[in-house]
């Protein structure tokens, strides 16, 4: 599989990828619920008896490399965003994903972001590609939930998100919905509990995907760079 496109990272006309064995299905009362859902995340990390106020995240992978993550300042009257303790500024609330902005993957689990107390929150930041300069840009926000408890890899690129989403697994006889790697996940933003909720993503051959990418039904606005080291050395380089 060739290098992503930027503007057109998801096979065919979707914005979602392929599955293999099908397309991957969101029934639209579900899409509808997630502009609602999401607003649980910050009452979650409030209500830890421990719990600290949410530090911006300020770094996100982008083809498995860190770059640097400046989110935009909430303005007056606008909601903010949290998973656990880590904060993504303001919602732009806009459920349908949009072709002139870039991706923001929330990857369940993950390594990037971990934090004691919160261990059901750890998960990866990954973008699809940099905006032009210090531009401040809106991202359609998506969520990457791992299925399959064989998938041990730490998911840190898009490319390699479409993969494993396009990638099947058949759940065995003893497969329960405690085995689910993004758990957490699917119940605190997707109100997922069960196997039967993962119904609209089975496959006709039974399977599912390995990876479920499911649009969060808003936005966020933020700028992205290579750290400042990188672009000296971009520099020096362009003008050797």
């Known amino acids: 599989m060739g290098e ?7 096979n065919g006309g979707s914005r979602l990828p392929s599955t293999g064995g099908g397309k991957l299905r969101v029934s639209a009362t579900r ?30 992978y982008l083809r498995g490399q860190p770059v640097d ?14 998973i656990g303790p880590w904060q993504f500024g303001a919602r732009v609330s806009d459920r349908k ?23 059901e929150f750890d998960h990866n930041d990954v973008i699809n590609a940099l905006p032009p300069g210090d531009a401040t840009v809106e991202w359609d926000v998506y969520w990457a939930i791992v299925l399959d408890p064989t998938l041990r890899q730490d998911l840190r690129s898009e490319q390699d998100l479409i993969v494993r989403a396009q990638e099947g697994f058949v759940p065995g006889d003893l497969f329960e919905f405690q085995d689910i790697p993004g758990q957490a996940f699917l119940r605190a933003f997707l ?42 050395n971009a520099a020096t380089a362009a003008q050797k």
């Open 191 to 232: 109100e997922i509990d069960s196997l039967d909720g993962l119904a609209p993503y089975q496959r006709r051959d039974g399977q599912l995907p390995r990876v479920i990418i499911v649009p969060a039904g808003f936005a966020i606005r933020a700028s992205a760079a290579l750290p400042e080291a990188e672009n000296g």
């Open 69 to 82: 993550f400046h989110l935009a300042s909430a303005g007056q009257g606008q909601q903010p965003f949290s």
């Open 4 to 10: 992503e496109d930027p503007k057109q990272p998801h």
């Open 97 to 119: 994903p949009r072709d002139k902005r870039l991706n923001l993957y929330l990857v369940a689990p993950g390594t990037q972001h971990h934090a004691e107390g919160y261990e």
């Open 31 to 60: 899409i509808l619920r997630f502009a609602g859902l999401v607003g649980c995340a910050t009452a979650l990390w409030a209500s830890a008896p421990s719990a600290d106020p949410p530090s911006s995240v300020s770094a996100v």
